[in-house]
Nanobody, 131 residues
Framework: EQLVQSGGGLVQAGGSLRLSCVAS????????AAWFRQVPGKEREGVSW????????YYKESVEGRFTISRDRAKNTVTLQMDNLKPEDTAVYYC?????????????????????????WGQGTQVTVSS
């Protein structure tokens, strides 16, 4: 049971990168999948969430309109497409999941849960945006 990430790398400002996260041995039914990021010396912050069952998505304000989260239920994969990247997007990015049936509340409410509430985490991948 694990989340396995791929993608990331180095790109110039304004460029694009794509991150993928495959859930192996994990059922994401009734779960929310999310992408977090962390820079040294700062807390891990959530940037994007998706409700696995219906595909509803939610974004941190600073990435809305530039990042797109999606999921492929057949491949058990969550993807984060990052466009118009900025130097301040530089961080290690992690995928994670949390049990959150739609009946529990909105996706915005789910986004308020701290990282320690999440069940599984990917291994992390570096995203570096040069100016």
């Amino acid at each position: 049971e694990q989340l396995v990430q791929s993608g990331g790398g180095l790109v110039q400002a304004g460029g694009s990168l794509r991150l993928s996260c495959v859930a192996s041995g994990i059922s994401l039914t009734d779960h929310v999948a999310a992408w977090f990021r962390q820079v040294p010396g700062k807390e891990r912050e959530g940037v994007s969430w998706i409700q696995w069952n219906d595909g509803e998505s939610y974004y941190k304000e600073s990435v809305e309109g530039r990042f797109t989260i999606s999921r492929d239920r057949a491949k058990n994969t969550v993807t984060l497409q990052m466009d118009n990247l900025k130097p301040e997007d530089t961080a290690v990015y992690y995928c994670a999941d949390i049990l959150w049936p739609t009946a529990w509340g909105t996706l915005k409410q789910a986004s308020g849960y701290l990282p320690q509430s999440y069940d599984y985490w990917g291994q992390g991948t570096q995203v570096t945006v040069s100016s």
